[in-house]
């Protein structure tokens, strides 16, 4: 578990730009039941990959002219509970921090491993994004 005061700005970096903060298990279901349409679910972390390259990347991918109708983040080694379950939807997929989910209709449509987003660049990650909302968004 991370101190509160550490995270809350990498918390931010996503909920200031509109990601609702998922932090329990019920909050994950809830969205993934509730959802219409296309949905994005960022599991945020504390690790470098995370602030140099999946957050700048996710928040560069809104500037697409179509969007996920719903972001949401949870966050690894913080919301524990929450990100276990967002990973059961994750499935077959293993546990991975950072990662990005986008479902439509409830279904999981793309995702973004931790070994898709360390290494190459919040352009690259945003473009990836991009082409996953033109197609399912």
């Given at each position: 578990?991370?101190?509160?005061?550490?995270?809350?700005?990498?918390?931010e970096?996503?909920?200031?730009?509109?990601?609702?903060?998922?932090?329990?298990a019920?909050?994950?279901?809830?969205a993934m039941?509730?959802?219409?349409?296309?949905?994005?679910?960022?599991?945020?972390?504390?690790?470098?990959?995370a602030a140099?390259?999946?957050?700048?990347?996710?928040?560069?991918?809104?500037?697409?002219?179509?969007?996920?109708?719903?972001?949401t983040?949870?966050?690894?080694?913080?919301?524990?509970?929450?990100?276990?379950?967002?990973?059961?939807?994750?499935?077959?997929?293993?546990?991975?921090?950072p990662?990005?989910?986008?479902?439509?209709?409830?279904?999981?449509?793309?995702?973004?491993?931790?070994?898709h987003?360390?290494?190459?660049?919040?352009?690259?990650?945003?473009?990836?994004?991009?082409?996953?909302?033109?197609?399912y968004?």
């Amino acid at each position: 578990m991370y101190p509160p005061e550490l995270v809350k700005p990498m918390k931010e970096d996503l909920t200031n730009v509109g990601f609702k903060e998922l932090s329990s298990a019920a909050d994950v279901d809830d969205a993934m039941s509730t959802n219409k349409g296309a949905m994005l679910v960022v599991v945020n972390s504390v690790c470098g990959c995370a602030a140099g390259n999946m957050r700048p990347g996710v928040k560069l991918s809104l500037n697409n002219e179509k969007i996920p109708q719903s972001l949401t983040t949870v966050f690894a080694g913080v919301d524990q509970d929450a990100t276990a379950q967002a990973r059961k939807y994750f499935l077959p997929y293993p546990p991975s921090s950072p990662s990005i989910a986008l479902f439509k209709d409830g279904k999981l449509v793309h995702f973004l491993e931790r070994h898709h987003i360390e290494g190459v660049t919040a352009q690259m990650i945003a473009e990836n994004l991009s082409a996953a909302y033109d197609e399912y968004c």
